[in-house]
């Protein structure tokens, strides 16, 4: 059975750090790739990092240089380290698995909410 489970979420104020963790199972790391994206309130649902079956990473514009991700195979773990967090980063924080040769992202987590304040 392929699961995600997303934890690490909370309260931070602006300027602060949070680290993720998207806990899988059913998955092998160099079949998939893991992303994370996020939702805020009467908001689409958007791209934030993503990081390959190769290790390669990539990020949204408006995160990078702040978030970091990162896995670790041994624990079947992936990681998103926010830093200098902003309130427009106040979401629920989803991770999500697509595998090598599709498109799409066929699985996902049930999130975690982030809320940053001022």
């Known amino acids: 059975q392929k699961l995600l489970v997303e934890s690490g979420g909370g309260l931070v104020q602006a300027g602060g750090s949070l680290r993720l963790s998207c806990a899988t199972s059913?998955?092998?790391?160099?079949?998939?790739?893991i992303g994370w994206f996020r939702q805020a309130p009467g908001k689409e649902r958007e791209f934030v990092a993503a990081?390959?079956?190769?290790?390669?990473?990539r990020y949204a514009g408006s995160v990078k240089g702040r978030f970091g991700i990162s896995r670790d195979i041994a624990k079947n773990t992936v990681y998103l380290q926010m830093n200098s967090l902003k309130p427009e980063d106040t979401a629920v924080y989803y991770c999500a698995a697509r595998y090598a040769t599709r498109i799409a992202y066929d699985y996902w987590g049930q999130g975690t909410q982030v809320t940053v304040s001022s």
């Open positions: 059913g998955y092998t790391f160099n079949s998939y790739e």
């Open positions: 990081i390959s079956w190769s290790g390669g990473t």
